[in-house]
């Protein structure tokens, strides 16, 4: 059985001399692991095509449960050799973020959108990776059912305050009068403003907000805080990014 997909490789893994292993995340499957044979040859028209954070063009064998690249064409490698460190670690980060909240059993266009629209961001250099960063965290835990309430105080309704707080453990918020402090954080107005944009603007716009850096550095931090505490695990990737960071 032939199967045709547009697929991101997200991670790959050596098999013997001249093998992949690689986790694609599709179009129209979800995430599925694939054998690439013989994409570590140099003669190897699968090779680019399969290696990570490319994405291609697949055709696909199809036996019981498992996947064999039979042929692939690339429609953009978004690094290289000669990518910088802190920009590939971030990409990576995105990576294992996606194959960890990835919805089972299920499809995503938006996901495999918003990955790659972030990498695109990050290669370009058009917006700041504390930015990137911030965006990709937040609507990843949007899209995989942890999305923040952000409209009003979870209280009485107020909508803006001079400080608001945001409550990692379910997403809500609350004004200044109903705010306990207990595992909350106070929010800004701009910072509060910009993880709305985030979450309710159109697609196409959420990449169009402006912050001092100070306060992207500030977003960023609140939003990394947030998907830790559902994942309720590390991210290696995360970690790496975070030691070599300017």
Partial sequence: MKIKTEALVIREKSIGDNDRLVTLMTDNMGIINAFAVGAKSIKSRRGAASSLLSFSDFTLDKKKDSYRISEASIKRVFFDVGSDIESLSLAQYFCELSEYFYPLDEYSKEFLRLILNSLHFITTKEKSLNMIKAITELKIAAISGYEPNLISCSGCG????????????????????????????????????????????????????????????????????????????????LDFYNSIKQ
Wanted: proline content about 1%; some cysteine.
């Fill in 158 to 237: 107020k909508f803006e305050d001079s400080s608001m707080f945001f409550n990692f453990s379910d997403g809500s918020l609350y004004c200044s009068s109903c705010a306990d402090n207990g595992g909350m954080i106070q929010l800004s107005p701009d910072i509060l403003k910009a993880m709305r944009h985030i979450l309710y603007s159109d697609f196409s716009k959420i990449y169009s907000f402006s912050l001092s850096e100070n306060n992207m550095k500030k977003l960023s931090k609140v939003t990394e805080r947030y998907i830790l505490y559902h994942a309720e695990k590390n991210f290696k990737t």
